[in-house]
């Protein structure tokens, strides 16, 4: 027991915060998560299209599930988040929230000591980490947002990364690209110092990752979510 807690005291303080926070997550309102979950019921439920995007018909078709008072807009996500979330709607709204913070935060604090130990950081600076990122922390989990899930995927990535290990990466960085779309930037940076071997295996696994995700959403929805027109089209229809 000693030697745990001499090998991982400098994530204590982190854990503590984020456990404090998925703690009060729960009496806390669903927020964001809103987005996340009922995108995964109605895609489950088979009654996922393009209506999901415009807030009124989204936030029309929760309230006829019996959910009031819950006003939020699927418009900046991707089809593919919903689908990671239908396991989640196999449980009620506040359950799931609850299971994806504390998963939330074991990859999190996962990452954090992955990235330390891989370049050998001084693990008292992770000490700093509570207080530096105080705010990101507390509102990803009170909001029950996925930018956990996405630190650990492209901090996993990167790690595979420097390691050569392409095939890894490219599942990390596809996987992060398919659900918020901007890690896409990712592709510059290969493009550019002409790393032709991890770009191709990171493409492939975006088709693949893409490819799954048609099985199950239709394409339909996504050339509606990939058309350049789709952000300027009005919100209310």
């Not at 400098?10 to 503590?16: A, H, S």
């Not at 299209?49 to 009124?56: G, R």
């Not at 390691?163 to 599942?171: D, G, I, P, Q, V």
Request: aromatic letters at 24%.
């Amino acid at each position: 027991m000693k030697k745990v807690v001499k090998t991982y005291y400098f994530l204590l303080p982190l854990l503590l915060l984020c456990g404090f926070y998925a703690y009060k997550a729960v009496g806390f309102e669903i927020h964001d998560f809103s987005n996340y979950y009922f995108g995964g019921t109605f895609l489950a439920d088979g009654n996922f299209s393009a209506a999901i995007y415009f807030p009124h018909k989204f936030n029309q078709a929760i309230a006829s599930l019996g959910y009031q008072n819950i006003f939020v807009s699927y418009a900046p996500n991707t089809p593919f988040l919903a689908l990671l979330f239908v396991p989640f709607s196999l449980l009620s709204v506040t359950i799931a929230k609850l299971v994806f913070n504390c998963i939330s935060i074991g990859i999190f604090v996962y990452s954090v000591y992955r990235l330390f130990n891989f370049y050998k950081v001084n693990p008292k600076f992770a000490l700093l980490i509570p207080v530096l990122f105080l705010i990101p922390i507390k509102n990803n989990l009170l909001f029950g947002q996925v930018y956990f899930l996405l630190f650990f995927l492209l901090a996993e990535g990167w790690i595979a990364y420097e390691r050569k290990h392409f095939k890894s990466m490219a599942f990390f960085w596809s996987f992060a690209i398919l659900l918020k779309v901007f890690p896409v930037i990712l592709i510059l940076p290969l493009a550019f110092k002409k790393d032709w071997n991890a770009l191709v295996y990171l493409l492939l696994s975006c088709f693949l990752l893409f490819g799954i995700s048609l099985f199950f959403t239709g394409i339909d929805i996504w050339i509606f979510f990939l058309n350049p027109s789709f952000q300027r089209l009005p919100m209310e229809k």
